[in-house]
């Protein structure tokens, strides 16, 4: 599927909401820096990354459903504290909750995009982008 028929298949799904909210995420993340490109399956979604090496910060689908990542990076281990310090983060966002909390590497929420409010979607991707930009590409950090 390309970008136009994965919105389609939203907006079919889930009304102008899901198409809205599919959009401002796209919005937000591309005036961070991150790349947007469509996902497999017979679903249809989103893969939102950052950086180079494609590091992985959300993923959304035509269903509406919401995946977080906190373990940004494929072979490199998320930290006890770190991953306490995300999920927090996470915990604190409004209108998110998080299916089988807590997240180890990535988590779903709950509700579907469309009701998840604009300002928690934003926070979260400005969150994952700068804990990218601090652990991967920033030499001063720790």
Known sequence: MDTLEILSKAQELGGDARREAMMQAFITARDLGCKITPGGGKVGGFNIRYGSLKYAIMDMN???EVFFHIKHHPNKDLPSE???RA???V???DG???KNAPINHYGQAEEPIEEIPEDSMTSFLEYAV???R???YDPHSD
């Open 134 to 136: 601090t652990e991967y």
């Open 82 to 84: 770190k991953k306490a």
């Open 96 to 98: 998110v909750t998080i």
């Open 62 to 64: 035509t269903r509406g």
């Open 130 to 132: 700068d804990v990218i």
């Open 91 to 93: 915990s604190e966002l």
């Open 87 to 89: 999920n927090k983060f």
